[in-house]
T-cell receptor
Framework: DTEVTQTPKHLVMGMTNKKSLKCEQH?????MYWYKQKAKKPPELMFVYSYEKLSINESVPSRFSPECPNSSLLNLHLHALQPEDSALYLC????????????????FGDGTRLSIL | DAKTTQPTSMDCAEGRAANLPCNHS???????VYWYRQIHSQGPQYIIH???NNETNEMASLIITEDRKSSTLILPHATLRDTAVYYC???????????????FGQGTELSVKP
């Protein structure tokens, strides 16, 4: 069982729809992450939040909009996605992000499998 | 860019030790080596990490060479449930408090066979 919970597990949406992915953790972690994973490929980092503030955006298109309402929740708002955005979207968290705690592992959820029609 | 290289696939007999190698010849002195695995349809699962010394936990052992240019993950008694893709990762740090980046390589697909 994972301590990072992602909902929904599966999502099918059209290119004109607006939807949101949700991630929740109750481990007291202050860093949270979004990753994208295409089939047969390793995960790729999209965003990093540290203390509810966006600290890293890996040049992700604006049709993906992250939000961190509080230290336990992370959302990814989706709008006008393209078929190539179909992928597994993974959320992760870690205690901290700073160098002093760089040996803290990231804990992943099981992801949301997104299909764009 | 991934800083690790791993074999694409490996087989292991059930009950035997699985030894998964990883090369990280450009690792810096303060960079940790992490191992994760991903079972089909699940998120990556943290296994173990280390800096210089060998490490052991309830899941596996990590052996790091003295020059830190390579490491080996050992699953002492592999079971069918250990079939997964195993990622060896060298963490890349940004500016302090800006985030730590796990750059996944292609990983090793381990098949444990009866």
């Amino acid at each position: 069982d994972t301590e990072v919970t992602q909902t929904p597990k599966h999502l099918v949406m059209g290119m004109t729809n607006k939807k949101s992915l949700k991630c929740e953790q109750h481990m007291g972690h202050r860093a949270m992450y979004w990753y994208k994973q295409k089939a047969k490929k390793p995960p790729e980092l999209m965003f990093v939040y540290s203390y509810e503030k966006l600290s890293i955006n890996e040049s992700v298109p604006s049709r993906f909009s992250p939000e961190c309402p509080n230290s336990s929740l992370l959302n990814l708002h989706l709008h006008a996605l393209q078929p190539e955005d179909s992928a597994l979207y993974l959320c992760a968290s870690s205690q901290e992000v700073g160098t002093a705690f760089s040996n803290q592992p990231q804990h992943f959820g099981d992801g949301t499998r997104l299909s764009i029609l | 860019d991934a800083k690790t290289t791993q074999p694409t696939s490996m087989d292991c007999a059930e009950g035997r030790a699985a030894n998964l190698p990883c090369n990280h010849s450009t690792i810096s002195g303060n960079e940790y080596v992490y191992w994760y695995r991903q079972i089909h349809s699940q998120g990556p699962q943290y296994i173990i990490h280390g800096l210089k010394n060998n490490e052991t936990n309830e899941m596996a052992s990590l052996i790091i060479t003295e020059d830190r240019k390579s490491s080996t993950l050992i699953l002492p008694h592999a079971t069918l449930r250990d079939t997964a893709v195993y990622y060896c990762i060298v963490r890349v740090d940004w500016i302090y408090n800006q985030g730590g980046k796990l750059i996944f390589g292609q990983g090793t697909e381990l098949s444990v066979k009866p």
